[in-house]
Each structure stands twice: as C-alpha cells, then as structure tokens.
C-alpha cells in the first residue's frame, strides 16, 4: 500500500515502471515484454487506484469530521465513458505514464483503448450526469453519485444491409474495473404486498404482508478529482437476493425477476414507456439511495434530529425518473423515524430540487396508479396524501382548473413531473430558453404559483476530457500561447483572443486541426473502408437519432449537394459524419438511419462526383467514439426544429474543438451565438415565435412549399423516385412524414435557410484565414460552458454547499 505522503510525491517514469513490473508479476506472472493488453490495462487501472485510494480515503474522513452538506445527484443514467486517461490526467500522473510506456516500448492509447466504456446512459443526460461527478470533485465540493449498475449498458450499434442492428453491451466481461463492491453497506427494498395501518402508541405505522424483498448492493466508483481535488463516490446499485431470504424465492423465475432488476439500461431517451420494469428500476435506486443516505446521517454525524436534515444533505433529481425520492423520503421518516408529516414535508421541500431535462410531451413520464399502487402500496399513499393536501391547501386560492392542471394525480395517473415540482425548493431548466419556455409555456401554472423556485442552470461539458484527453495538440498550442493556466482556470481561455491576427497560431489551429482530421481519417478507413480526404470540410452531426434534432434536415442538404454535383455545379469537398444510435423501438429514427446509410453507399460509389462529396455514418457512437471525432470537425451540426433541444451538449463539445456551429436558435446554440458573437456562427432558421405560430394557427402546409420550390422538390423526390436505391419504403416513410401538415419538426420550413447558411460556409471557407480566426474564437468562449462554472452554480444558488477543506500532506 502507499504511504499517505506519496500521493504529494511527484510519480516518477521509474517509479512507475517499478510498479508495473510489480502487478504484472503479481498479478499474472508475466514480465511487461510478455504481458497482453488486457494484462496490461489491469495492472496499470491497479496503480491508479492505488494512486487515488489515499485522498478517497481522506475524503471521507474530511466529510465525516467536518460535516459540511453534501449533494447526492440521483440519476437513472451515468455515462462517464472510459476512466483510464481521465483517471492519470486527474491524478497528474498523464505524461509520466504515456512516456514511460514509451520507454518500454508500449502506446498507452493502445493500451487505453482496451477498456470498455461506462455507457450506464443514453445521451446527454446520462453524460451531463457523468460530467457533474468529474466537477464536483474537480471544484472540491462532496458530491455522491447514486444509480444503478446496469449488468448490460446500452446496447452496441451495428448496421447491416445498413439497417441498425443492437447487439448487447457486456462490459462487465473486461478486466480491470474501477468499481468495489460494499457488502457491509447493503440495504433492503420492499416491493408489493399489502399494507395495513396500526396504531402504536399513537402513530399510524405501516405492517406489510407478502411483500418481496430485494437486496441492493453498492458498487462504488472513485470520482477523482482534477489535481488538488477531492475524490467523490459515484454508488451503483445492484439488486440481489438477500440471504435470509433464499427461502422465499423457490423458482428459477423467482430468482430471474431480481437479476433482471439491474440487467437493462432501457435504451429509449425520448419516450416515456409505462413499462413496471422501469417503474422497479427507479424505486429500487431511489430507495436505497435514501437509506443509505440516512443511515450515514444517523450514524456517522450522530444525528437523529432530522429537522436539521437539509443542513447536511441536498438530494438532485436528475429528470424525474428519480422523482419517487420525494415520498420515499416522507416514508421513511415519518413511518421509520417518526417525524410529524408536516415537519417531514417541510424536511423534504428543503432537501429535494429537480432539473427538468426536455419539453417534449411524450417523454413526461405518468405512471398508472393501478400499478403503483399493486407494485409500491405505501409511496402510493404517501403520494396521494401529498396530492390531496395540496389540492386542499390551494382551495379558494386560485381556480378549481390550476388545481385540476397541476395535481400530481390525474386520470388514474401520477405526474411524476408534478410530484418533482411539489415536493422540490428548485426546479431548473438546462439552457436560457429552455428555462423560458418552461415559466412561459409548459409549467406556467407552476411559474405562476412558486416563481421562486424557477431557475435556469445553462448545462455545461468537462473541458479536461473534451479538450487536454481528446485534443492533446490543442491544449498544447493553448499552453505555449497563453500559458498553463487554463488547465485549472478556463477563464484563462480567453487570453486566445489576443492572438486573432496572430498568422502563426493561426496557421497552427489550421495544422492541428488537419491532423486531427487525418487520424480520423485513418480510422474511418480502418472501420469502414471509407477513403475520406482529409482536406475537406468534415461536417459532423453526432447525437441520438431523432426526428426533432432533425438529421433529416442534413440528409436533404446532402442530397441537394449531390444533385448539384452531378449537374456540374461545384462545391468545395466536403466529408458528412454522423453519429447516432435509434433507440430499438423508435421506427421512424432506425429507417432514417437505413436511409442515410443508403444515400451514402449511392454518393461514396458514384464516380461522377470525383470524391467530392463523403458520407460516413460511424457504427456505435458513444463517449470513446465522439473522443476520436470532434476533435476533427470543421462543422457542427445543432439544427433541430427551434424549442425542441432543451440545451444540447455535443454543440458546447465541438465548439471547444474548434468546429464551426450551424445552428437554430434553440437551447444553449442560442448562448454559443451570445458567446462568439453573430459574425462566428452560422445561424439560421425560423424563431421559437414563428414555431409557436405554426403550432398554434394549424397553418403549416409543407406540401405547398414543396411544390412550389423546385431545389426542395428535386432533393425530397430522390428518396421516393429510384435515386437513392434500396430504401422506397423507408424513403417513403420519410417523405410521407415531410409532406404532413402533423409534421411537428417543420423540416421543409427550415430547408430554404438551411441551405443559405451552407452556402455561407462554403464561402467562409474559401477564406481560410477568416475560417481559423472563426475557429480560435470559438475555442477562447468555450470556457463559458465549462461545467466546473455550471456546478458552482449549482452548489451556491440550489444546493448551498461550502468547499470541503482536506488538510495538506506534505
Ligand atoms: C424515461 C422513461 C423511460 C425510458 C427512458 C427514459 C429517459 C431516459 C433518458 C428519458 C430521457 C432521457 O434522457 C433525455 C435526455 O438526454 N435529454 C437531454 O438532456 C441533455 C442534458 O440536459 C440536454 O442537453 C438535451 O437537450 C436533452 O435532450
């Protein structure tokens, strides 16, 4: 084990070497000239995690002594990707280690690349989740991470015959986990049953009768905070059979049902399903997590008065899959400890806040009360006591109809959103308009009655993995040009600025930036046999596939394009990426995908355009992927339909790399534009004003404007009229969609200004020094979506946390 004074102590290249030849030995009996890569990338994980096991533990020690209030972020999702690199940058252990695996003869991006991603998400929530943990530990203050260990994490994408095809994620199979399993700090979760009240000395206390019990099990991850940092948890649950309880589980099926519990992250992130899977998934976590939150406050501070819970404890529901937390929390303390229900409400109001993630009516999640009631008896009450007393307090207050609109429990249904806003002193949204949209349009109700409990928290990206991990050239001319300082301080980024007229740095951004691009190139050769000439403008759209970020849009552009080059109308070449899972009940996202798979085997293989035109559509996007292609992009994709992307993340990812935006103005484009300024970005596209009017006069009628525009007719008839082959009823369907007045994402609306902002990059970029001074400033304002600044934000205005100090070893 280490000395507490090494952590301070500086790793040497020797050092580590002894270390490696150590585990290796160890561990597999193997010298490192005979050492496979997964032996390799055990052996190493190993001494990171004797690297960081010194400030964990100090940590924890600090927390319990000095007892200042934690944050426990609840999220269903958590994607932090891979943690080898993150781990050595944090430690500051990065460039020894890459160089002394160079001594020896060994590439540390080969090794890295072994490790499976964490992919316990979907998208942006379960990553903005993963980048929370990494900056609240980064900027000192004592953030938990409570989810679920998924068994499998969302599924591998694959295309055949340019179809998607899902294959299961079984990354647990792989050596070298970051993860320790906590026995002795297992819980018990209750499911089903009935409940009766007794009284006992005066208090109504539940007793339960046939209920099933579930053991969760945590899984805890060190969250390592950059240099000088704290090292946080992130707790996953796993759910197990308890051992008293073998007995009462006799079946194969019995037993299934608990390992099926924690099997499945469900890979749907726009579609609230009612499915009683999901609806265990979520108490399970939530319950556990509370139990354990409360088990440390009795325990380790000593404290049983639960008044002062919120001195102590924040709970974040992250969307309001965790929203249960509210009653679970009112259970236990007014069944398990006792406490009156009206100090416990007060308790829990203080403890709880929610962040909304997404205005789209189908992904609000309401579950049947039917099944919470046969599944959760007690939260079931619990919330209709909650529903029925806020009913009754807002009597004669305001209307009957504000009552009716905004009850947690309506038509046989819980509004889970409604339950998180009750029960919650913060209710935020992730970007300036979407904030907006919410006090103005889709929770007015609720703005109208707590206005004070409304705020915006703008999200925000890691800049240490998207910027010093994935674009090592980058941050290196950022440290010879304004110094070393932003690693640690990214308001330092906007030094950048002073070298506009720089030609030099210039003509750098330029160099790095092709070099970026030629790795990827290598790699899209290596996957899909694809040549892509690295010169060209790489024009990237990378997030989950889905009609309302509109990829759709893009498609249409590119045929447009190919149309033009096969009519001898020159553009510059160009190289479209994409990068998109579907979710696997989603029909119409998984035929978008067959579709530009098709339109892409047709371009890539028509000799008349020379190469000119690319399109690459990457299998499998996720964290490790998205490393290897933003660095390389020239252009950002953000053009879905205005009010739709709550905030967007991949936008704020590809800034800081240097890629140009092509953006609506929607979710946090809108505070990318404010940021760079009118003149660094390429906007276009109707306002949320014109979408709302469309919406609410009925008057879109894009068959009208398909006919009357012969560019959008041509390239929206290439789908349906044998051009683009192998695809007429997925082409179909696309165009059927298009040409409907239910058209909700009003692509054909967009399809004019669209192409005018391409036509505006096209000329930008014939201007290359123009294009690399767009770029340098782009890079310079990242700093403003640093999710460091987003945390504090976080930390002081909704959570009130203090900086946990942790006393200097030297
Ligand atoms: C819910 C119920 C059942 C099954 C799945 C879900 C579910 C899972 C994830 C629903 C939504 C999920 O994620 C939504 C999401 O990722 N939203 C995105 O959040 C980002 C971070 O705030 C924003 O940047 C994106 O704009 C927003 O779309």
Redesign the pocket.
Known sequence: YLAEHERKMQLTKEEFKNRLKRKLNDYYEEDIDTASTSELFAAISAIVRDGYAPQWRRTRIAETKQKEKQVYYFS??FLPGTLLKSNLLNLGWLKTVREALSDLGLDLDKIAEYEPDMAL????????AAAFMDSLASTGYTGNGNGIRYKYGLFKQKFVNGYQRELPNDWLKKEGHWEVRRESKSVLVRFGGKVNMVEDNGWLIPQYEGERVVRAVPYDVAVVGYQDGLTNTLRLWDAEIPPEEELNYPTISDRRRVEDLTSIL?P??????G?LL?LKQEYFFVSAGLQSILDYYITKLGNKNFAQLSDYVAVHIN?T?PAMAIAELMRLLVDEHRVDWDTAWNITQKVMSY?N??IMAE?M?KWDVNMMSELLPRIMQIITEIDRRYCEGLKGRVSDAVIDRTRIIKNGQVQMAHLAIIGSHSVNG??ALHTQLLETEVLKDFYNLYPERFNNKT?GITLRRWLQIANPELSDLLDQTIGKEWRSDSNKMLNFEKYYHDTKVLNQLHEIKLDNKKKLAKFVKEQTGIEIDPTAIFDVQVK?MHAYKRQTLKLLHILKLYQDLKARIDHPKRVIIFGAKAAPSYVFAKQIIKVINETANMINNDPDIHGKLKVVFLENYNVSLAEKIIPAADISEQISTTTK?????SNMKLMANGALTVATMD??NIEIKDAVGEENIFTFGLNKDQVYKYYAEKSYHPRKMYEEDPVMKKAVDALIDGTVPNCSSEGQALVNNFLSDNEQFLVLADFEAYLKAQEKVEQTWAQKRIWQQMSLVNIAHSERFDSDKTIERYAQDIWHLKKLKIEKVD
């Open positions: 269903i999702e998400g979907n998208g942006g929530l379960g990553r903005l469900y749907d992130d726009s579609n609230y399903e499915r999901r969307d899959h962040t993630h997404t992904a999640e992730v970007a999200n989950r992307e709550a905030s967007g993340t979710g946090a």
